[in-house]
């Protein structure tokens, strides 16, 4: 009986585990929270924050008219990423960009993304590739335009999961410069996000600490499945035998 009990609580583990790799699906289900926060506050994330370079207050750090401009690239929390086009910026506090370009986001410090339309420099969409996919996907949100001027869009793939614009953080969003939240998006069971693209059709949509968790499940979960499955095959080979004795 203990041994059955035992098998019971291995295949509901390993219903969790199946969930993880995808055996379930959810047609396109993403979960939106925004909260007050700087950086991201789940557990496990890898951030971006696009590094720290010398005040610069009239160009972007980073960035030029060329499309397919990779800012920033690496390996982190077990992903390939690349951040696309856009711009980088920095700037002191206490001074500003020429009036309209960009705003820092509240909260912001170092380096931030920006995408907007003048100069072309930052010209966009920008674009967040993420190699095997990630569960989750989270950023600081800057000054929320109306919807239309702010768009951000998460993919599978080529498959659109859902969009996204300034409403989703401020209502009514109005580019209030002093005004940022921190936007995490959760990818529902057996979807993963691949892609996000982040669109403006004016100056400026402004970005920082971006995170994210993948959602390959860590080596514990494989040991279960290992073990799960090694279990239920031994149950199986003793009702075997002792069908055979009987």
């Known amino acids: 009986m203990k041994q059955f009990d035992r098998m019971a609580k291995v295949?509901?583990?390993?219903?969790?585990?199946?969930?993880?790799?995808?055996?379930?699906?959810?047609?396109?289900?993403?979960?939106?929270?925004?909260?007050?926060?700087?950086?991201?506050?789940?557990?496990?994330?890898?951030?971006v924050d696009f590094g720290?370079?010398?005040?610069?207050?009239t160009a972007p750090v980073a960035g030029n008219a060329a499309p397919g401009d990779v800012l920033v690239s690496g390996i982190g929390g077990g992903i390939n990423y690349s951040y696309t086009d856009g711009a980088l910026f920095n700037f002191d506090p206490s001074s500003s960009l020429p009036n309209g370009v960009s705003?820092?986001?509240?909260?912001?410090?170092?380096?931030?993304?920006?995408?907007?339309?003048?100069?072309?420099?930052?010209?966009?969409?920008?674009?967040?590739?993420?190699?095997?996919g990630v569960s989750y996907y989270g950023f600081l949100w800057g000054s929320p335009d109306v919807n239309g001027w702010n768009t951000v869009s998460f993919y599978n793939g080529n498959t659109l999961l859902g969009s996204y614009g300034g409403i989703s953080v401020l209502n009514p969003p109005n580019?209030?410069?002093?005004?940022?939240?921190?936007?995490?998006?959760?990818?529902?069971?057996?979807?993963?996000?691949?892609?996000?693209?982040?669109?403006a059709n004016t100056n400026a949509f402004e970005t920082d600490n971006h995170a994210f968790i993948?959602?390959?499940?860590?080596?514990?979960?494989y040991?279960?499945?290992?073990?799960?499955?090694?279990?239920?095959?031994f149950v199986a080979r003793r009702r075997q035998r002792n069908v055979a004795a009987a």
């Open 52 to 57: 720290v370079s010398p005040v610069n207050n």
């Open 214 to 221: 993948s959602a390959v499940p860590e080596p514990e979960i």
């Open 175 to 199: 580019g209030n410069q002093n005004y940022a939240r921190y936007f995490n998006v959760f990818a529902g069971p057996g979807e993963v996000i691949t892609k996000v693209s982040f669109a």
């Open 11 to 47: 295949t509901q583990k390993l219903a969790v585990a199946a969930v993880m790799f995808g055996a379930a699906t959810a047609a396109h289900a993403l979960t939106v929270t925004v909260t007050n926060d700087t950086f991201s506050a789940q557990a496990g994330a890898f951030t």
């Open 103 to 132: 705003a820092r986001p509240v909260g912001s410090t170092g380096n931030f993304w920006s995408i907007g339309v003048t100069p072309n420099t930052q010209d966009g969409p920008g674009v967040v590739n993420l190699g095997a």
């Open 223 to 233: 040991a279960m499945m290992a073990a799960g499955l090694g279990l239920m095959g």
